[in-house]
C-alpha cells in the first residue's frame, strides 16, 4: 500500500536536534514526562509544515491556525509569532537543513501535577516542541496514486469536537486509518453527519467532475492550508470550483480525484470503493503545476 506520508528512511534523523522548549537536544533525548498532558489527554495542539529553499510556504497561514486553535481551547503556547519563527529558523540552522525537510511544530498544555482532564492541575506552562526530519515524498507514489475506501467512522460536530481543530487528540482519524487499512486502503474517506463526503483522515479530497473541481463545504475538516492554496491557483486559472455537499455517488461518477495535504501536496487517487481513475488526469497534472509554481513564488527570494 502507499500513504500519503511515504517517504524513505534516513539516517540523518537519527542525529537531529530537536528544540524542546527554548534548547535544542538530541532526538533521542527529546522526550516528555508521563504527566505531560499531550501523553495524558491529547491535550495540544500542531502543525506541520514544508521547508523548500531554506524557506516554510505559507508560515503565516499556518500560525493563523495554530493561534487561532489555541486560543479556541485557552492554551497558552509561550510564545509569540516572532518567538515561534524564532525556533523554527534555530532548528533548521541547527541541523542545517534547506530542502526535503518536514517539521512537527508542537504545543501541549504542559506537565499536570496528577492524571486528571481539569487544567487546575496544570502547573508547568507549554511544552513547547519543533521536530524536523529530513522526509520527502517519493516520485513513485505520484505515479502510483492513492486507494481509498469510504469508512464507518463520521467527521463529528463542532459542538462534539470541533474538526478544525488541529489537536493532538487525532483518535477519530486514527480509528478512521484503522478502518482503512483493514479495508486494504490507503487513507479513509470520511462523511459528514449527514452523509455527505468531508475529509480523508490525515489529506483533504477533491473530485474533477467535467473539468468542474469540486471539495467539501469545509464545515467538518481541518481549515486545510494547502486545500485552500489549490482552490486560490485553480480560480486563477480559470477553472470553475465548488465547495458542496456530496455524495459518493458523484466521487464514483468523477472523471479524476486527488488529495491535498502539506507534506504532499497534491496526491492522484487512482481508486475509492473500487472505482478506478484514469492516471494522470489532465486537471490534476495541471494543478500540480500550478501548485509547484506557487510555491516557488512564495519561496523565492
Not at 525537510?101 to 486528571?116: D, N, Q, S
Not at 496544570?122 to 522526509?135: F, M, Y
Not at 461518477?253 to 488526469?281: H, Q
Amino acid at each position: 500500500m502507499a500513504s500519503s506520508h511515504d517517504h524513505a528512511e534516513d539516517d540523518r534523523n537519527a542525529t537531529v536536534e530537536v528544540w524542546m522548549n527554548g534548547r535544542l537536544v538530541p532526538r533521542a533525548e527529546a522526550v516528555v514526562s508521563v504527566l505531560d498532558s499531550g501523553f495524558l489527554m491529547g491535550d495540544g495542539v500542531w502543525e506541520g509544515l514544508r521547508v523548500h529553499h531554506g524557506r516554510i510556504p505559507f508560515l503565516e497561514a499556518h500560525l493563523d491556525r495554530l493561534i487561532e486553535n489555541a486560543r479556541a481551547l485557552d492554551l497558552d503556547l509561550g510564545l509569540d509569532r516572532a518567538g515561534i519563527r524564532r525556533a523554527l529558523a534555530e532548528t533548521l540552522e541547527a541541523n542545517g537543513m534547506v530542502d526535503g525537510v518536514h517539521i512537527r511544530l508542537m504545543f501541549t498544555r504542559g506537565l499536570k501535577t496528577t492524571p486528571f482532564q481539569g487544567t487546575a492541575v496544570n502547573r508547568s506552562g507549554p511544552t513547547q516542541v519543533v521536530l524536523a526530519e529530513w522526509k520527502e515524498p517519493p516520485a513513485e507514489v505520484y505515479a502510483r496514486g492513492l486507494k481509498l475506501a469510504t469508512v464507518s467512522v463520521r467527521r463529528g460536530r463542532p459542538d462534539v469536537q470541533d474538526p478544525a481543530w488541529n489537536s493532538h487528540s487525532k483518535l477519530n482519524c486514527v480509528a478512521a486509518s484503522i478502518a482503512a487499512d483493514k479495508a486494504g486502503a490507503d487513507e479513509g474517506l470520511m462523511l459528514d453527519p449527514q452523509g455527505f463526503v468531508a475529509t480523508c483522515n490525515s489529506t483533504h479530497f477533491f473530485v474533477v467532475r467535467k473539468g468542474e473541481l469540486w471539495t467539501s463545504t469545509g464545515k467538518y475538516c481541518l481549515r486545510g492550508i494547502t486545500r485552500q492554496v489549490v482552490l486560490d491557483v485553480a480560480r486563477e486559472a480559470g477553472i470553475v470550483t465548488r465547495e458542496t455537499d456530496f455524495s459518493t455517488t458523484q466521487v464514483y461518477g468523477a472523471d479524476e480525484a486527488f488529495c491535498t495535504g502539506t507534506y504532499s501536496g497534491i496526491l492522484p487517487v487512482r481508486e475509492v470503493d473500487g472505482r478506478a481513475y484514469v492516471l494522470p488526469g489532465p486537471v490534476t497534472t495541471r494543478l500540480r503545476e500550478l501548485y509547484a509554481a506557487r510555491i516557488e513564488r512564495e519561496c523565492a527570494g
